[in-house]
């Protein structure tokens, strides 16, 4: 056996998240556990400012996790009881979840071909109690923005974009999470900037929206420590501040890399008629993709993902093998034809910074050699 043949290749190797920068990690646990820095510490208002300055925002606020954070900006930019709001069934359930604690009606939409909202089907789904959209930047892309904006200025809808998995991705040259009200990034740790736990950041130029994130994230507090409203506790903690921080610094690279992996699928799968790529990096002048996931439609979908798995390759089924509206007991009638079939389809491969190159070409090749059988 040739060690091609005996390559095993995880979806995600978490431990490689540690053990690729221990030494750094180490003297980061040590420097903010001696000074015993824990809770909403310098850490974390550096990592807000460099956040900030690296997306061209005003505020960044970090939170326990882009779900909480999703919520608190639906709170904070007064989406409620009776409102609707639109999103795309090709997200994670923690985007409605946040509608439906907000206690507005999540309204579920069609994703388009590159698997993003769809502006046509938002603009079908407008009623006179919608009050916002929340598309989610999917998989390292961010939608059109220019339609999304051109429809919410026309019916005076709020944006609150969910980039959770779109740190660094850019539409016309702006930033994904600096469109709407809001924008909510999570570092969960297989996110392409993800920390060693939860995390997650709500980023806004709005004064009052930033103002009302910082007492909903802490108890209601005040500057001063006064309780000023109703508030959860979901303060992104500062350990994972710093950890943050320190990958900041490096997330240029990070992206480049990934974007030369997703370059290489692009290519290697190019020749096989039964897959359907998503947009390569260089495809469209207007999208800079940062590839949080390598998402592809395959014929025989299942078959496929049996046999990569039979060679040690491990393979996902996006948010579990349905969009959000698919999941009966959340109580969505809705049908989304062109959304269920993408999920008939759907199948994430390896993309993280564990790969090289060679492991894409090795994945590439047994993808080959699945649709060579008869
Ligand atoms: C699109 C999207 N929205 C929301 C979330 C929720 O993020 P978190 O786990 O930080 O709450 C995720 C995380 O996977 C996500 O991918």
């Not at 740790?189 to 920390?195: D, N, R, V």
């Not at 190019?270 to 395959?298: C, L, S, T």
């Amino acid at each position: 056996m040739t060690p091609t043949q005996i390559r095993c290749i995880p979806f995600f190797d978490y431990p490689h998240l540690f053990l690729s920068e221990e030494r750094e990690l180490s003297a980061i646990f040590r420097d903010v556990g001696l000074r015993g820095a824990f809770i909403l510490q310098e850490d974390l208002i550096r990592f807000e400012r460099n956040l900030a300055a690296y997306l061209g925002m005003k505020y960044a606020l970090g939170v326990g996790n882009a779900t909480d954070g999703l919520l608190l900006a639906l709170l904070a930019a007064g989406i409620g009881p009776g409102d609707e709001a639109i999103f795309c069934s090709h997200t994670m359930v923690a985007t409605a979840a946040a509608i439906h604690f907000a206690g507005a009606i999540p309204v579920p939409v069609e994703c388009a071909k590159d698997h993003l909202i769809d502006p046509d089907a938002v603009e079908r789904a407008i009623t006179p109690r919608t009050r916002a959209i929340l598309p989610t930047q999917l998989n390292g892309r961010t939608a059109d923005m220019q339609a999304l904006e051109r429809i919410a200025k026309y019916h005076d809808l709020i944006i609150i974009e969910d980039a959770a998995q779109a740190l660094g991705s850019r539409f016309q040259g702006r930033a994904a999470g600096t469109f709407g009200a809001a924008g909510v990034f999570s570092f969960f740790p297989a996110k392409t900037l993800g920390c060693l736990g939860d995390g997650g950041a709500v980023v806004t130029n709005n004064d009052e929206i930033y103002e009302s994130l910082v007492q909903l994230r802490d108890h209601g507090r005040g500057s001063e420590g006064e309780i000023v409203s109703w508030g959860f506790n979901s303060r992104l903690d500062t350990l994972q501040a710093a950890i943050l921080d320190f990958r900041l610094g490096s997330y240029d690279t990070t992206v480049e890399r990934r974007r030369v992996l997703a370059d290489t699928y692009h290519n290697r799968l190019r020749a096989i008629g039964q897959i359907k790529r998503p947009p390569g990096p260089e495809d469209d002048a207007d999208h800079f993709d940062v590839f949080q996931n390598y998402e592809i439609e395959a014929e025989r979908r299942d078959e496929l993902r049996a046999f990569l798995k039979g060679h040690d390759v491990g393979s996902t089924l996006p948010w579990g093998g349905k969009a959000v509206h698919q999941w009966p007991r959340l109580g969505f009638s809705t049908h989304l034809p062109f959304t269920e079939r993408v999920f008939e389809r759907a199948l994430l491969l390896p993309l993280n910074l564990s790969l090289t190159e060679d492991d894409v070409h090795h994945i590439c090749n047994i993808i080959q050699d699945f649709y060579r059988l008869p």
